[in-house]
């Protein structure tokens, strides 16, 4: 594959990353191409699998989870990020609608619109965000705890972006991409 950073073969790969891959697989069903990336450093993938794991250990449901993704994916404009967060968001019951929607940071449901405009706005500002975005979030009914959590998710998904634009990752999910929506226009 020709990517900027080598996407390895899980058929060759030996050792701690043939491992890692392995449990992916085993979880999965298949190994996509950005823990192929990441396998080329194991201990970012094991960051990148542990963070996972915590922010799925967290208070949000696995639908906001993939809410957040999909803002802070488009926030960072990763098409992987997109794609694959579009795939598994479908799986978590978000509607074509409700995926765009949520990439814009937008929803019905104001608790839910008001983290992900808190969750675009820590990513575009790199979490330089004013006491009114703070004070945004909780009055909809966050606390210290899940904004800490949203921050969380910043971090962890803003990793996968980063990685995505420096490889260069092939996508491997029915593609999306930044800033184009089709169910809204």
């Given amino acids: 594959m020709n990517t900027r950073i080598e996407t390895l073969n899980p058929e060759t ?3 701690e990353a043939k491992e890692l891959f392995n449990a992916v697989n085993k979880k999965l069903g298949f190994i ?3 823990i192929k990336v990441f396998g080329n450093s ?8 542990s963070l996972g794991e915590l922010t799925a250990s967290g ?9 957040l993704a999909l803002a ?3 926030e960072n404009a990763c098409n992987y990020c997109l794609s694959a ?3 598994i968001g479908k799986m978590n019951g978000l509607s074509d609608e409700q ?3 949520s990439r814009q940071g937008i929803s019905g449901d104001t608790k839910v619109q008001a983290g992900l405009q808190f969750a675009k706005e820590v990513t575009k500002n790199r979490g330089q965000v004013s006491t009114e975005a703070i004070n945004a979030v909780k009055a909809a009914g966050y606390n210290d705890g899940d904004i800490l959590e949203i921050v969380l998710n910043v971090v962890s ?3 996968t972006n980063y990685v995505n634009h420096i490889a260069e990752t092939e996508i491997d999910f029915p593609e999306v991409k930044s800033g184009q929506f089709s169910v809204l226009n």
């Fill in 32 to 34: 996509p191409n950005l």
């Fill in 42 to 49: 194991p201990a970012t993938l094991k960051s990148y699998l």
């Fill in 99 to 101: 995926t765009e929607l």
């Fill in 13 to 15: 790969t030996t050792g």
């Fill in 85 to 87: 967060h579009t795939a």
């Fill in 72 to 74: 802070i994916g488009e």
């Fill in 59 to 67: 208070n949000f449901s696995n639908k906001f989870r993939e809410q």
């Fill in 157 to 159: 998904n803003t990793l």
